[in-house]
């Protein structure tokens, strides 16, 4: 039994799978110069099966830079990038699928007028009948389609509907099973929830941890600390391109998750001069000496 990142309906399995509390991806000091300009510096992070790492930061923290290398879109130009244990330098995204490293971008890659099958297999369509005269298998993939979205527990009326009618969260959900289906062991998320409503946010929260329940090691890039709380086993805080925290959920509070994702070590260290500002109401403010007190930022630890 193998895994096969580009074979439809491929799974990973006990024999090819990272030992028990492996993880599948790692990253160790890795950072992204681009020529002066150091866009990510000395960033750890391990990505285990069945487990939920979120990468938390503000707009410029280098969430997508980190993305770019662990997906093969970029190359790391400092520290190690390991796929189960072994260095790699992906070239390409192809190279990254090949691994079983999905991403699944705010954009979606969908189609919005083409059905919803349609864009399940978009780029790997089901054929039958022999060459040169094959044909696409509808049925098949309508079937097959149907199968794996109610595998996650997602239920749709009609697959035949564009996919642009969905809603937000139905058509994350549509392009998270559609990464699962393809053999993916790892799971980008790249602000999955940035432009939903909260219905629609813990709709895809909820197939988030469906993912991680069937063995995904998910990694769930947001700049929203409650929905990563609400699903994460570790969470990372990014801040100009380094690593400001990195601690699993029985280490960190979600209090302290958003004072460091706030900023809240600038505003304690301001906290004397806010006091003087008209209208501000600082007593809700962390101490200083709280949030600036040392963090690891390495990979979590395995056992």
Excluded at 90 to 111: C, N, S
Excluded at 153 to 162: E, H, K, M, S, T
Excluded at 212 to 239: C, E, K, Q, W
Aim: glycine share 10%.
């Amino acid at each position: 039994m193998t895994t096969n990142g580009s074979t439809p309906g491929a799974t990973l399995t006990k024999d090819t799978a990272p030992e028990d509390g492996k993880p599948i991806v790692e990253l160790r000091g890795a950072g992204k110069s681009y020529g002066n300009v150091r866009a990510l510096h000395g960033v750890s992070l391990a990505v285990s099966p069945s487990r939920v790492t979120c990468v938390l930061g503000d707009n410029g923290a280098g969430k997508s830079t980190l993305i770019k290398i662990i997906s093969g879109l970029h190359q790391h130009t400092e520290g190690e990038f390991l796929v189960d244990g072994e260095p790699v330098h992906f070239t390409t995204p192809r190279e990254a699928l090949d691994k079983g490293i999905a991403t699944v971008y705010q954009d979606l890659a969908t189609v919005p007028l083409m059905p919803v099958w349609r864009n399940f297999f978009l780029g790997s369509e089901m054929t039958k009948g022999p060459w040169p005269v094959r044909r696409l298998d509808i049925a098949r993939m309508k079937k097959t389609a149907d199968e794996e979205l109610r595998a996650m527990g997602i239920v749709l009326d009609d697959l035949d509907q564009p996919i642009g009618t969905l809603s937000g969260g139905q058509r994350q959900s549509v392009a998270i099973a559609r990464a699962v289906y393809f053999g993916a062991r790892v799971l980008i998320l790249d602000e999955p929830t940035a432009a939903l409503g909260v219905k629609q946010s813990g709709v895809v929260l909820k197939y988030i941890a469906a993912a991680r329940d069937r063995g995904l090691g998910v990694i769930f890039i947001t700049h929203n600390p409650h929905h990563a709380y609400m699903v994460g086993d570790h969470f990372s805080v990014l801040r100009l391109g380094t690593m400001e925290l990195s601690a699993s959920r029985d280490e960190v509070s979600l209090e302290e998750l958003t004072n460091h994702m706030a900023g809240g070590a600038e505003l304690a260290a301001l906290k004397h001069e806010l006091a003087q500002v008209r209208g501000v109401d600082v007593d809700e403010l962390p101490e200083e000496e709280d949030l600036t007190a040392p963090v690891a930022a390495a990979p979590e630890e395995t056992s």
